[in-house]
């Protein structure tokens, strides 16, 4: 028969996706649009990393590489896990893949099974309830506040956590929300997956990326929680390798042993040319990080200011990944401009419409109340993006 898959037939498409398609065909168009969109650096490829990948093209040797990855990639990862994290892993608990993104996915293959629930922090970073969907799971949504930093708190983890509770996704720092929960709550945390035996998927991929606080890796905190977590990270945002497609994960080797066979049917390894560019940019000078965090520390500041100035809008001062989460609430149920503002989809419209600005809504994110504001993007765009929201909710 000719159906299509029920289970992939029903799994969303991407809302951020869907606000920033419209607004690059507004721009390709000839429309003058201010984003706010961007999911990655509007930072180059670091120099170095890039000569690393044409030196490979220019020796020529690019066949397939173990399905896993390269050996030496997966020391160099090893390396910077031991050095950045005090964790200690051997190449055979690493496995490549193409970007966090597919890390995670695998992840979620290994360990669900049908009935499974996974648990998730409201708002939450648009894939991962579609992902755990695909791996026959189910999602648990935890709400959070923006009071408490928009963090999973003791209390409302235990109400969610049952016999059925197969992992907890821990994102921090936080995409959308910029959080990044302190050594405590990641204790509390790791407490709770240890006493319930649950696994940790934990999605470091804005490791690099905090401005007031310290990244602590949930899986340094003992031997009992490493064995259930399993580390994500990759080179996207840390070294504005977004499009190169490399990330990692880290787990115990039985889980690590799994997904590397899933990964030798689906994908095979990741490319070639980006990994062996990947070892340069974990091995190399580290020093460009510092300057896109010095600019992306600018932009926030400014950001956030600029925000809480504006009426009725406010933003708490996030402290990691490029995001902030602007509260709309007040301007729900009103008017603007003539058009009545019945969530964060409608004021999303309403900004590309009136003030040529694109915007998230957080509806996307399982939050009506929020938009999501990225400063991936230089100042002089910030400045004039803010400017025009302003003049657009004072109508
Ligand atoms: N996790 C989070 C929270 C993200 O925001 C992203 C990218 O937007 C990723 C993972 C995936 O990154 P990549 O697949 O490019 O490594």
């Known amino acids: 028969n000719n159906n299509l ?18 607004a690059k065909k507004m721009k390709a168009d000839g429309i003058d649009i201010v984003s706010f969109g961007a999911g990655e ?77 996974v648990i998730i922090s409201v708002p939450y970073w648009v894939s991962y309830p579609e992902m755990v969907k695909m791996a026959d799971a189910k999602p648990i949504f935890v709400e959070t506040s923006e009071e408490n930093g928009f963090k999973y708190t003791k209390e409302n983890l235990l109400k969610a956590v049952n016999e059925k509770t197969k992992a907890i996704l821990l994102n921090s720092p936080n995409n959308p929300t910029g959080t990044v929960y302190t050594k405590e709550e990641i204790e509390d ?49 840390a070294y504005a390798m977004t499009g190169w497609r ?68 406010s933003c708490k001062m996030p402290k990691g990944a490029f995001y902030v989460m602007v509260n709309i609430s007040k301007l729900i149920g009103k008017d603007l401009g003539g058009q009545k503002i019945n969530g964060s989809m409608d004021f999303a419209q309403y900004l590309l419409d009136n003030a040529k600005v694109a915007v998230i809504p957080g509806a996307g994110f399982g939050t009506d109340n929020y938009i999501r504001l990225s400063y991936a993007t230089s100042l002089e765009n910030i400045e004039e993006g803010l400017n025009r929201i302003e003049k657009a909710v004072s109508k």
């Open 5 to 22: 898959s029920k289970k992939n037939g029903a799994i969303s498409p991407s809302v951020t996706l869907a606000i920033t398609a419209k």
């Open 41 to 117: 650096p509007d930072f180059k490829t670091p120099d170095h990393i890039r000569k690393a990948a044409v030196k490979v093209i220019e020796e020529g040797n690019i066949g397939y590489t173990a399905a896993a990855g390269l050996p030496q990639l997966k020391k160099a990862i090893c390396d910077k896990l031991k050095e950045d994290n005090n964790l200690d892993y051997l190449p055979e608990n690493i496995v490549v893949s193409n970007g966090a993104k597919h890390s995670i996915y695998n992840a979620l293959q290994a360990i669900c099974n049908p009935g499974d629930e």
């Open 189 to 237: 945390i790791a407490k709770i997956a240890v006493e319930n035996n649950i696994y940790i998927i934990s999605d470091e991929i804005y490791e690099k990326l905090i401005y007031d606080g310290n990244h602590v890796s949930i899986a340094s905190l003992g031997e009992d929680i490493k064995r259930l977590t399993i580390v994500i990270n990759g080179m996207s945002k």
């Open 246 to 313: 490399i990330g990692y994960l880290a787990a115990d080797k039985e889980i690590a042993k799994i997904i590397t066979n899933i990964q030798s049917h689906a994908t095979s390894n990741p490319n070639t040319i980006a990994q062996y560019a990947s070892i340069e940019a974990l091995k190399g000078d580290q020093e460009p990080i510092n300057q896109m965090n010095k600019a992306f520390d600018e932009r926030r500041k400014y950001m956030v200011d600029k925000i809480n100035s504006i009426k009725n809008l």
